[in-house]
């Protein structure tokens, strides 16, 4: 940070802490001041810096959608009203093309997903030093302002959406139809099983791709982000370190811009397989 001389291995290791609260080695609570205590407080640690970004866009998007909520008009829309109306009605058709049953908590869900996720998302946008410097400089040790970089939250999400599939399944189906289609599925009592094994790992393997898919895409994006800011680290004025400084410029330019694709896509895809999942959940058979 400002003031402080780090190494590539040091500033890396930086700027992917999360802000971590839980037990210290001593047995009071308080913030990690280094990734050795945070992963000393275990499992009930909390990344602060998570939940509260994840929290306050969460309140975003319904400010600005329940705002447009109540302004809207028959006649010519604002700009407000025109965005909130696009991204429903995409959303809409996704749903219908998407989900074949009947169930009013789908497209709700489905629209919260893709507008949550992708708001967070583009927090990797913001340039990578700047809200780390402002919480460096009010004494906070570390910071991470991409909540879907951090493997907590997009876990809790498939989780989330892994438990509405479960209920649903045994809403629509029955728990012994539930039941059925796991130990039934796809070679009869015979091969019970087999069938057991492989509807097990179909079942869990939901949750898992969807929090690693997204997981995996924009930590690998934040790295890039990361590396890309190491090139202009140099403070001397030297014909080398200019060049590395203009070509920082260019790289982060076409990695945002190319990025502000792969953060709407993984928004797109986490939503898409959410509702395909719930669809599932409505059939007798899949």
Known sequence: MSGETLTSAEYIKHHLQNLTFGRLP?????????????????????????????????????????????????????????????????????????????????????????????????????????????????????????????????????????????????????????????????????????NIFLEGVNLIAKPVSLALRLFGNMYAGEMIFILIALMGASASVTLGSSVLFGSQIVLSLGWAIFHILIVTLQAFIFMTLTIVYMDMAHQEHH
């Open 26 to 194: 001593d047995g009071t609570l308080g913030l990690a001041h280094s990734a050795e205590q945070a992963k000393e407080m275990g499992f009930w640690a909390i990344n602060l810096d998570t939940t509260i970004i994840a929290f306050i866009l969460g309140v975003v998007f319904l400010f600005f959608f329940a705002r447009a909520a109540q302004k809207a008009s028959v006649g010519v829309p604002g700009g407000l009203q025109n965005f909130v109306e696009w991204v429903i009605e995409f959303v809409d058709n996704t749903v219908r093309g998407s989900f074949t049953a009947k169930n009013e908590v789908v497209a709700p869900l489905a629209l919260t997903i893709f507008a949550w996720i992708l708001l967070m998302n583009l927090m990797d946008l913001l340039p990578i030093d700047y809200i780390p410097q402002i919480a460096h400089a009010v004494g906070l040790p570390f910071i991470r302002v991409v909540p879907t970089a951090d493997p907590n939250a997009t876990f809790g999400m498939s989780v989330a959406v892994f438990f509405l599939v479960v209920f649903y399944s045994i809403k629509i189906k029955g728990l012994g139809g539930f039941v059925g289609e796991l130990t039934l599925q796809p070679f009869g009592k015979l091969g019970l099983p087999a």
